[in-house]
């Protein structure tokens, strides 16, 4: 079985540019979560999507977003790219909401110049 | 409140030996504990993973202690091999809040010495 997929694995922008991040959950799940992790420190929660609505948002600013799509798949979007919006943005899904049984797929590595 | 903290930062075992994680919390509304495994490259996996109800949890070689009046709880390997080495993060949760925010530690590097 396929695990979760993200698309681009690797990424350059510049400041103030618009960046979209794609991921494939596992087959059958329903849930997605997604979550930046800035080199040298723990994930930081984003947001986690279920059954196509938000069902958490963390501490981020209104210039992330993100959305799912009936076939579960999501998307994070990020405006107006700051130097420290640099990081391996992490997807993970699940079956259920809640933060169980997460699994994370390989990442998107981000780097704003 | 929210913060998990994790120590040490970095960690260097000879192989057989027995590697100990730690980490602290405040909530005390926080009831879901979880131990991911991260390799270069790739994202977190969960290695294991207890409820404050339940002071010690086992599954194979990894091994989670729990101590609620303390608020911390361990990460335990026995006899450590040169695979394990990799980047340990535990994490906690709430339950309750269902919205699938897990809050990680800074994470320990670990590195196992053949």
């Known amino acids: 079985d396929a695990g979760v997929t993200q698309s681009p694995t690797h990424l350059i922008k510049t400041r103030g540019q618009h960046v979209t991040l794609r991921c494939s959950p596992i087959s059958g799940h329903k849930s997605v979560s997604w979550y930046q992790q800035v080199l040298g420190q723990g994930p930081q929660f984003i947001f986690q999507?279920?059954?196509?609505?938000?069902?958490g948002r963390g501490n981020f600013p209104d210039r992330f977003s993100a959305r799912q799509f009936p076939n579960y798949s999501s998307e994070l979007n990020v405006n107006a790219l700051l130097l420290g919006d640099s990081a391996l943005y992490l997807c993970?899904?699940?079956?259920?909401?809640?933060?169980?049984?997460?699994?994370f797929g390989s990442g998107t590595r981000l780097t704003v110049v | 409140q929210q913060q998990v903290k994790q120590s040490p930062q970095s960690l260097i075992v000879q192989k057989g030996g027995i590697s100990i994680i730690n980490c602290a919390y405040e909530?005390?509304?926080?009831?879901?504990f979880p131990w991911y495994q991260q390799f270069p490259g790739k994202g977190p996996a969960l290695l294991i993973a207890i409820r404050p109800d339940v002071s010690e949890k086992k599954e194979g070689r990894f091994t989670i202690s729990f101590n609620k009046s303390a608020k911390q709880f361990s990460l335990h390997i026995m006899d450590s091999q040169p695979g394990d080495s990799a980047t340990y993060f535990c994490?906690?949760?709430?339950?309750?809040?269902?919205?699938?925010?897990?809050?990680f530690g800074q994470g320990t590097t670990l590195q196992v010495k053949p």
């Open positions: 993970a899904s699940s079956f259920r909401t809640g933060p169980y049984g997460y699994t």
């Open positions: 909530n005390t509304a926080f009831d879901y």
């Open positions: 999507y279920y059954e196509k609505e938000e069902r």
């Open positions: 994490a906690a949760s709430m339950e309750g809040s269902n919205t699938g925010k897990l809050i």
